[in-house]
């Protein structure tokens, strides 16, 4: 009984709940026309009766301390009288009113500078010296902006009367120095800059570093040094710096004897000289100088003359000077070594070793060594993993062949710096790109072959593949390097490899087959590596 | 069953994280203000009507909105006091939003919470705005007076290095207007993330009570702004929720008050308080009983509240010094309204039992409360 009569109850409560939802609801919709007719009808009402909130504003206080002492009651409304009206409250507070009125146009002011417009910075800090012109901040704003703009004579009146204001001003001193400088009136910066730090020894980092800037520029406008000539105009003093020992080269220093350069002929060399490019230029005076490379002007007159020439000259000269021949009688220079240098136009500097030609060769049967063979700039002290070949061990009759064939083809030698071996991935791609296809050839015979495979890493595309492909075939096979194949298989030891002989072009493929051949028709060459490289790059 | 319901009679999806959301005064409008995905302030108005939510405006500025009040502007002009994640303290005319009536760079931190008065009131002091902010200090605005703080209350600025000022410097999470009863009086409440509350006296100058509550504050709200303060209802992190008896000032032991420590938790079908100690993040009484009010969960749940006055309200001490007592809480009705906090809530000053809530699912509820009459 009790449960049904429960079971009712709660169904009535149900139902009485729902029923009173519904009223509520309904309710809610009447009350919501209601008032939105309210809310019509007070938006269209007349111009509401200015009902000026005649309280006053609180008078400024600032609380700094949270647990605060209990001034005296009244305190806070006291300024404004009971009846506050503007006019009254001028009489009682006028100049304090009005450095506020200007204190709000400063910070416009100082909103202006934010954005740098400082014209209109300029006109609302006048504007405040001319509400209040007893606050020095104002002066020295505006100076700021003058000086931003450039207009260094107002900026040094503003600062001037800012200091009139205010003798400890420290900023206005700070930028009057700044304009000075700017206007070259050194003494007068300096006076200032010694008196900023008179004034605020602490701020020194800022100080110390134009104290610095003006004591030079005081140097150099009293001294006179040997080269000195008359003042011109348009002379520019370029200032030493000093660079941050973390900024420095990490290359080591390198020592190069100086060495008298018998200077070039005229004509012809000036204008050669001419034309050494800045790039040329900067390599040189980098601490990151590359491999002398030994230009020769291949002038046939010359080599009798030359060639007693070029005997002392290589005695002398450490620097790496390559030339694509030696007279035999160096072996001693042993470090010496040639390198096979393209048909390019020339860019002489150094230009009296010239190149022996025809001559060297008919008179030594014994060839210049290592001609033929990869040779790699003396870079570093890095050691010299290929070392020359003795020449002897090569054919001779098809070195004489190429000498010839060297002769015409190299009218001129270049002046080429080959970049240093790379020693990373990033730099060997970054030189790479670089490089002309003799450089490529050249910097490419620098590596070390057990490293090509690293260096080339992970970032070994399609392209430098291609370019691999067409250096090896231009040059290397031309030039019947025999590490041609320790190259290529070099190469193959590289993880991209695989994937990359899979999308060789068809003229990749062609010049893998042709370097093939070509190799396979080397002396001394290694069939079974041949028919594993044959695999391997035929494979696809 | 007796009991008042709370029922959710209208539900809008929005796309933006809600973060407050209040009634326009006398109008079936309200206002969301919220964050957008890309940060970006988003406020929209929506208009009931009947059975559905008409979404009449929609204003979006460059920095997101935290927290808004009406409590400033006069029936006439809806001008909305807003306060953003940048610190700016905008107050915009709702007819054109565009350009703000007022705007000031108020905090550097972003400003938690503001209140404002004195805007419908008739003689209770100048029309007000206070904010707080996370930067620690409270400031207080009349929009009459430049771009400085009428009234400014911050810790004392710290020398040294940046960390250890962050430490000593409390974020400010609630702040209210109170005992503005005539033209002179005025009183702040503030709410600290730490539990310090502090009564601020705006007549004196001065602090006028400080206490240390065990969570940080939420939420905090006198049940009525412009009478001689009666009630100080408090709610802190970890299901805090405490009224304060504002009648009585002991000199040492200063106000009394009465602790609920499950109010965040939710309520499950047989009124069973279950689930961990949720935050309680507001806390508002109802504008026509100031005995009634509700508090909003972390758990998605609000509560409906009654407080009791118990026989007599102030005992004298041994010394003589007179004593508050504090009354019950009683929990009225309990719905759980979606699954994330509901951290914001306003009740319709016109209509009983008409409320709004917003809660972190990016959503807004319309909710109407049967039976509130009978409590």
């Known amino acids: 009984m009790s449960s049904e009569k429960k079971a009712m109850e709660l169904q009535f409560q149900v139902r009485q ?41 609180r008078s400024h206080v600032k609380k700094t301390d949270e647990t605060l002492k209990k001034p005296a009651t009244n305190s806070g409304t006291s300024s404004p009288a009971i009846t506050p009206t503007e006019k009254q409250d001028l009489p009682t507070d006028t100049l304090a009113q009005l450095h506020k009125k200007a204190n709000d146009i400063k910070d416009r002011g100082n909103s202006y500078v934010k954005l740098s417009e400082y014209e209109k910075a300029i006109e609302a800090y006048t504007e405040a010296i001319e509400v209040y012109s007893l606050d020095p901040i104002y002066y020295i704003n505006r100076a700021l902006c003058f000086l931003k703009q450039e207009s260094h004579d107002n900026c040094i009146e503003d600062c001037d009367a ?109 204008q050669k000289q001419l034309r050494i490019s800045d790039e040329e230029i900067d390599k040189i005076f980098n601490s990151n100088c590359g491999p002398f490379e030994e230009v020769k002007k291949k002038v046939k007159l010359q080599t009798k003359v030359a060639q007693p020439n070029t005997l ?195 003229e990749d493929k062609n010049m893998a087959a042709c370097i093939m051949d070509a190799i396979s028709k080397f002396p001394k060459n290694n069939p079974g590596l041949l028919q594993k490289l044959g695999k391997l790059y035929n494979v696809a | 069953m007796d009991k008042p319901q709370l029922i959710e009679h209208l539900h809008e999806s929005v796309n933006y994280t809600v973060y407050d959301t209040k009634w326009i005064p006398l109008s079936a409008k309200f206002v969301v203000l919220g964050s957008k995905p890309n940060s970006h302030g988003i406020l929209d108005i929506y208009e009931l009507n009947e059975d559905k939510l008409e979404k009449v405006k929609s204003v979006e500025k460059k920095a997101a909105f935290k927290c808004g009040t009406f409590g400033a502007s006069s029936l006439r002009n809806r001008h909305m006091a807003i306060g953003d994640f940048e610190g700016r303290l905008q107050v915009l005319d709702l007819e054109h939003p565009d350009l703000a009536v007022y705007n000031v760079k108020a905090h550097s931190g972003i400003i938690n919470c503001i209140d404002a008065i004195g805007g419908t009131q008739l003689e209770c002091g100048a029309p007000e705005i206070v904010t707080g902010s996370r930067d620690g200090s409270i400031k207080v605005w009349d929009i009459r007076q430049g771009q400085d703080p009428v009234v400014d209350i911050s810790p004392p600025s710290q020398m040294g290095d940046g960390i250890n000022r962050s430490n000593l410097r409390r974020d400010c999470w609630a ?153 019950k809480l009683q929990m009225v009705s309990a719905v759980t309204l979606s699954s994330q906090p509901v951290h914001s809530f306003d009740w319709h000053p016109d209509k009983l039992g008409l409320a709004v809530a917003g809660a972190f699912d990016q959503s807004v509820r319309v909710l109407i409360t049967t039976k509130l009459n009978t409590l």
């Open chain 1, 162 to 270: 800012a200091i009139g204001l205010d003798k400890l001003c420290v900023k206005a001193y700070y930028r009057r120095m700044q304009a000075n400088e700017s206007l070259g009136n050194n003494m007068e910066a300096l006076k200032d800059c010694t008196t900023v730090l008179a004034i605020d020894p602490k701020n020194y980092e800022a100080k110390r570093s134009l104290e610095r800037i003006n004591e030079r520029l005081r140097k150099i406008a009293t001294k006179n040094g040997p080269n000195f000539s008359a003042d011109r105009e348009d002379f520019v003093d370029i200032l030493p710096f000093d660079k941050a020992a973390s900024r420095r080269s990490k290359q080591p220093m390198r020592r190069i004897s100086v060495v008298d350069i018998v200077t070039p002929r005229p004509g012809q060399d000036d």
């Open chain 2, 175 to 327: 702040i209210a207007f109170g005992n503005t009863y005539n033209e002179e009086e005025r009183l702040i409440a503030a709410g600290y993330d730490n539990g310090d509350l502090k009564l601020f006296d705006l007549r004196a100058m001065g602090v006028r009570w400080e206490a240390t509550i065990r969570n940080g504050i939420c939420g905090l709200e006198f049940d009525r702004r412009d009478i001689p303060m009666n009630k100080l209802a408090v709610t802190t992190l970890e299901g805090g929720l405490l009224v304060y008896d504002m009648r009585t000032q002991h000199p040492t032991k200063g106000f009394s008050y009465v602790e609920e420590r499950n109010a965040g938790r939710s309520v499950g079908t047989n009124g069973v308080i279950t689930g961990p100690k949720a935050t309680v993040w507001t806390v508002r009484h109802v504008p026509q009983n100031r005995d009634v009010f509700l508090t909003g969960g972390g758990t998605g749940s609000i509560r409906l509240w009654k407080y009791e006055y118990p026989d007599r309200r102030v005992l004298e001490d041994a010394d003589g010094n007179k004593e508050g007592v504090a009354g």
């Open chain 1, 312 to 506: 002392e000259a290589n005695d002398n000269l450490n620097v790496k000077i390559q030339e694509t021949k030696q007279p035999a009688q160096h072996q001693s220079t042993v470090k010496e070594e040639s390198i096979q240098s393209s048909t390019k136009l020339i860019e002489t500097i150094i230009p009296q070793t010239i190149k022996p030609a025809a001559e060297s060769n008919q008179t030594n049967p014994i060839v210049e060594k290592s001609v033929k063979t990869q040779s790699q700039p003396i870079v570093k002290e890095s050691s010299i993993t290929n070392v020359p070949q003795p020449t002897k061990t090569e054919k001779p009759s098809t070195l004489s062949n190429k000498t010839k064939i060297e002769q015409e083809d190299k009218k001129v030698k270049t002046m080429e710096r080959i970049p240093p071996a790379p020693s990373g991935t990033a730099q060997f791609y970054m030189t790479w790109k670089e490089l002309s296809p003799n450089q490529k050839y050249q910097y490419l015979k620098s590596i070390e072959i057990p490293n090509l495979c690293k260096i080339l890493g992970a970032g070994f595309d399609s392209d430098t593949f291609t370019d691999l492909l067409r250096t090896l075939q231009d040059f290397y096979v031309p030039n019947k390097e025999p590490t041609t194949a320790a190259v290529l298989l070099e190469i193959s030891k590289n993880d991209e490899f695989s994937i990359l002989v899979i999308f060789m072009s068809p």
């Open chain 1, 17 to 57: 709940n729902a029923r009173e939802y519904q009223s509520s609801v309904k309710d809610l919709y009447s009350w919501e026309k209601e008032i939105k007719s309210k809310e019509l009808a007070m938006l269209n009402a007349p111009a509401p009766k200015i009902q000026t909130n005649n309280t006053p504003v």
